[in-house]
């Protein structure tokens, strides 16, 4: 059995199951000794192990093969999945560089050797040097479901010791903790997967710390019938899909946080698939999409060496959690293979950006002492109402972005978990941290070199605000030129000054080239998107319906077309009907995303590139629509265009295209042609006077704007970075 001429008798021990729902390519001869990493890329190893696999050429039986780590022998890690293939999990890695071989052993020789690097599994890998302070809560993770907490940290990097739970859905609809997982509760109820296996829904939750992270991960698995979890024996229950759930939100860090997206979902559960959060990886508790992905990056190493490959990883959540998606797969493609992003925004900056605008308006209009209507204030702000800007408490959006730049105590992004005595205040503690979206960042943007607070890429000088609204002839002169010249902007602490706001060159450097600003391009273009929303833009809410038309046009800036992006727009979901609507629509987008990628999975045939991949395998039923107040789905766009009417921001409304991604205008000259109504000398005087510099000019780029530099950057030390790869 072990020779070359006795290889089929190998596949009478194969497993086919497992190979099967992993996708592996059928066995075909390899002229070559070849090494490949299936749990992660070579140079992005953590914690000390890794799921390698090994093909071997049709003249080396399998049993001649011998697999050296770093010199030793490590053969016996391996086993064969097919004809010529054998795979196996590799531990000791040492931190730093390790050499992986393989060859035959009968010879001796080395014909195949990649270098791997291995990370601690606290990290950090590729997001630069940990975040200071930074203050442990495992202590407040609550354990959903089971009850209690993950318990006290047990060392400074936050993390506890890896615990397993099971919990089950019962005939009430709900789940409930199975304490001990090998009784059958009476009111246990079973489900049946997507690809029609009839199960017990018990549910495996494991709980532990990554990238100094609390991470879940939820996969049905009963373990009085299913077998021991591997990579290479899964339970029953799995479909091979993986559900990555990313949260909403978006603050400065300097915390573990107290919660994930969440794994417990019976949407995907019930359906088969597995599902995997992180604390870090929703925006509400850090903002840094550098950390969120490096941390799903190492979560999925983890659960691929634990659980075995999925066929594909699908990327879900809504708001800061569109964000994530948006920004993982443009950045750092690979990581999710298709991405769902709800209440969609193409990124940070371009959420809270415009809403800055907002303070400074309503601050403007409100000292005014011209008359204003609320239509008028409405076409200057964008928004599809006045109240975004001007809300109180949990609703007043556009002070709360001002958090995101505002690094003091009092008004800041700060969490209440950090003492405030580790804070900055330019006062009593100017070294402290700085709770503000590019101070969170500081590895990506780098520091200003005076003060040492991170560089800022937020900039309004030449911005013409109301300037829409002034040539369609809603707002008078005399308003345009009251509100531009009572606008002013922010400071370095986020202060209201009479001057605009400045931006760092350095700043909007790397805003551009490290795709902060998600530019469309990257991994956008091979992967399939599904955009979809409930429509709020009547109500005090930033989860406007032009967030998804700016990705759009992004996309199209960039690759040529937008196939690869579909847009689903729900009705309001604030009331019981729209609620409903709105979970029926999720869903949809999940079972579509699922044939999506099954279509991709499934297709041998050669592309040009991924786009054309992605594009040809798109379902035909898959096409921009919406659904009406009763749930019936619209496929005619002006019918949908009627019923969810499109707005803009204030940046939109100043003149700026859709792509709203220009940080910083270039200028131009005031000039009296450019304005479709006639000023008077005095009143052009004034004009000039407010914009002395000259005013935006979005015939051109902005200012540093550039295509990213690269995709997989890693960021050794504030404001430098380079290619992993």
């Known amino acids: 059995m072990n020779t070359t001429g006795n290889r089929d008798k190998w596949l009478l021990f194969v497993a086919f199951a497992f190979v099967a729902a992993l996708s592996l390519p059928a066995a075909a001869q390899s002229t070559q000794f070849e090494i490949t990493l299936l749990s992660s890329r070579t140079y992005a190893v953590t914690g000390g192990d890794t799921l390698a696999q090994v093909r071997v050429p049709a003249s080396t039986p399998l049993s001649d093969v011998l697999v050296r780590l770093n010199g030793q022998d ?21 931190a730093g560089a390790n050499a992986l071989a393989a060859g035959p052993r009968s010879t001796g020789q080395i014909l195949a050797k990649i270098l791997i690097t291995n990370h601690p599994i606290t990290g950090p890998v590729f997001s630069g040097p940990h975040e200071t302070p930074f203050i442990c809560q495992t202590q407040n993770f609550a354990l959903p479901i089971t009850g209690g907490t993950a318990g006290p940290a047990i060392d400074a990097d936050c993390s506890i010791a890896t615990r397993v739970d099971y919990v089950y859905m019962s005939s009430s609809g709900t789940y409930k903790p199975l304490v001990n997982p090998l009784l059958r509760p009476s009111d246990l109820v079973q489900t049946t997967t997507n690809d029609g296996r009839v199960v017990n829904y018990i549910v495996r939750v494991e709980t532990g710390t990554i990238n100094r992270a609390i991470y879940q991960i939820a996969i049905l698995h009963d373990p009085v019938t299913d077998s021991a979890i591997t990579p290479w024996t899964h339970p029953v229950g799995w479909n091979a899909r993986l559900v990555y759930d990313f949260g909403g939100g978006c603050a400065a860090g300097y915390r573990q946080g107290t919660s994930t997206g969440g794994v417990l979902t019976d949407l995907w559960l ?41 066929r ?73 109402n006045w109240d975004f800007c001007i809300g109180t408490g949990s609703s007043d ?43 969170n960042a500081v590895n990506v943007f780098g520091r200003n070199a005076s003060t040492g607070f991170a560089l800022r890429a937020i900039d309004s ?38 001057g605009r706001t400045l931006a760092d060159d350095g700043g909007l450097q790397k805003a551009y080239q490290t795709g902060r600003l998600d530019s469309g391009d990257g991994g956008l273009a091979s992967v399939p998107i599904i955009d979809y929303r409930p429509y709020r833009d009547f109500v005090s809410d930033p989860h406007d319906s032009v967030r998804s ?10 690759n040529g077309d937008a196939a690869n992006q579909v847009i689903l727009v729900s009705p309001y979901d604030g009331n019981t009907n729209g609620a ?62 009627g019923l969810y009417p499109p707005h803009g921001n204030p ?3 100043a003149g700026e295209p859709l792509r709203n991604d220009v940080l910083k205008c270039q200028l131009k000259p005031v000039a009296a042609a450019d304005y479709a109504v006639s000023l008077n000398t005095s009143q052009f005087m004034r004009l000039q006077a407010i914009f002395p510099d000259g005013v935006c000019d979005y015939s051109k780029p902005g200012i540093e704007q550039q295509p990213v530099a690269g995709t997989w950057l890693g960021y050794p030390t504030p404001g430098t970075f380079f290619h992993l790869q």
């Open 74 to 94: 490590v053969t016996s890690a391996f086993r064969a999945v097919d004809a010529f293939t054998l795979q196996g999990l590799v531990t000791g890695l040492r």
């Open 270 to 310: 019930s359906k088969g698939f597995a599902a995997a959060a992180s604390s870090l990886n929703v925006f509400g508790t850090n903002c840094d999409d550098v950390i969120s992905a490096e941390t799903a990056m190492m979560v999925k190493e983890h659960f691929i060496e634990q659980y075995g490959v999925p």
């Open 312 to 384: 594909y990883t699908i990327g879900w959540g809504t708001s800061g959690g569109s964000m994530q998606q948006h920004l993982l797969t443009h950045n750092y493609p690979g990581i999710l293979d298709g991405i769902t992003p709800g209440r969609s925004f193409p990124d940070a900056l371009t959420f809270f950006t415009p809403i800055t605008d907002c303070a400074l308006l309503a601050r403007a209009i409100g000292t005014s002492t011209l008359p204003w209507t609320l239509d008028q204030k409405i076409a200057v702000g964008g928004w599809g």
């Open 397 to 439: 959006w556009a002070v709360l972005s001002l958090a995101l730049i505002r690094p003091t105590a009092q008004v800041s992004a700060c969490n209440a978990t950090i003492p405030s005595a580790l804070l900055y205040d330019p006062v009593t503690n100017p070294g402290g941290a700085r709770c503000t979206f590019f101070d």
């Open 461 to 498: 000088v030449g911005i013409q605000y109301g300037l829409q609204a002034l040539n369609s002839g809603q707002i008078s002169v005399e308003q345009f030129l009251d509100v531009n010249a009572r606008a002013g902007g922010y400071d370095v602490d986020g202060n209201f000054i009479s």
């Open 549 to 558: 038309r700016i990705m759009r046009a992004r996309l199209i800036a960039a």
């Open 580 to 641: 409903a609507i709105f979970a029926f629509l999720q869903s949809e987008v999940l079972r579509l995303m699922d044939q999506w990628l099954a279509n991709m999975s499934g297709d041998a045939a050669s592309f040009a590139n991924l786009h054309q991949k992605v594009v040809r395998d798109k379902p035909s039923e898959l096409v921009d629509a919406c659904y009406d107040a009763t749930g019936n789905k619209v496929t005619d766009l002006g019918i949908c265009q």
């Open 651 to 653: 940046r939109i409304a």
